[in-house]
């Protein structure tokens, strides 16, 4: 009854039954596995979930680091509405191509800017040119940075912002010492993440576990809290 094949019935069932992605969403998924990419994007019942809480946040802006095919930029950029904007930073020209070929085939192209570079270098550039503040941010790229696109990612919040990190627990590997090389990096960056929304006072959290077809997974989900003047710009 625990078997990711069971996890992944209740899933579709959920899907089919309660969850009713539209068939845009869908393609795009499809688009991304026929061209190639992983198929890692975030199940359709968290993808409804992160539309849900944008909606439910009125926002009009949202910040993403990983866009891979654009799956999950799809359900921002839906919920945004006509006047709002998603930007997602993706590191793979290739992924970037993907992700625009099916957000525009999806109508949603317009309320998109995906940026190409290593996100750490183009989150900068943002925080540079006085983006933001984003009214929702979904972290999602490499897993070693996650600590360190938290922190950008609170330099472009405002009290109220809301901070989702993905892939907090990864079958369990979260509590695992005994990974290696890239493994090991993504397991502290996922305890450093988690670590820091627990301890900085300008962040108020949760973290849930999930399961799905993808298996056992969770994710992190806090707001930004102003905090007294001078402690929430200190560096
Ligand atoms: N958010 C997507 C899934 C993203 S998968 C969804 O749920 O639909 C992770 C993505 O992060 C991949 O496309 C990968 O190429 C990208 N990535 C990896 N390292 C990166 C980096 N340093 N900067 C930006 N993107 C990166
Ligand atoms: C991986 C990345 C993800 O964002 C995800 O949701 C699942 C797996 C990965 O790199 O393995
Ligand atoms: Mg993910």
Redesign the pocket.
């Known amino acids: 009854m625990t078997s990711i094949e069971h996890w992944a019935a209740v899933d579709d069932y959920l899907v089919a039954t309660a969850i009713r992605p539209d068939a845009a969403h869908e393609c795009t ?1 499809e688009a ?1 596995h026929a061209a190639g ?2 198929p ?3 199940p359709a019942g ?2 409804k979930l992160m539309g849900l809480l944008t909606e439910l946040a009125g926002a009009r802006s949202v910040l ?12 921002f950029a839906a919920a945004v509405g006509p006047q709002g904007t998603v930007t ?5 020209p290739r ?1 970037a191509e993907v992700a625009r070929r099916n957000l525009d085939a999806a109508g949603l192209g317009e309320r998109v800017d995906i940026r190409v ?6 989150v900068q550039e943002l925080i540079e040119s006085g983006a933001g503040p984003f009214d929702v941010v ?1 972290i ?3 897993k070693a ?1 996650n600590a360190n696109y938290l922190e950008a990612a609170l330099q472009l919040s405002r009290p109220g912002t809301v901070i989702i990190g ?1 892939n907090v627990v990864r079958g369990g590997r979260v509590l695992d010492d005994s990974g290696t090389g890239a493994d090991a990096a993504d397991v502290a960056g996922i305890r450093d993440y988690l670590q820091r929304q627990g301890e900085d006072p300008r962040l108020d959290g949760t973290a849930l576990q999930t399961v799905s077809g993808k298996g056992w997974d969770g994710f992190a989900l806090a707001i930004v809290r102003d905090v007294e003047p001078g402690v929430a710009g200190a560096e």
């Open positions: 998924r991304s990419l992983r890692i994007e975030v968290q993808g993403e680091f990983g866009t891979l095919g654009g799956y999950s930029t799809q359900w997602t930073l993706e590191y793979e992924h570079g290593a996100a750490l270098e183009t979904f999602d790229a490499d940075n993905d």
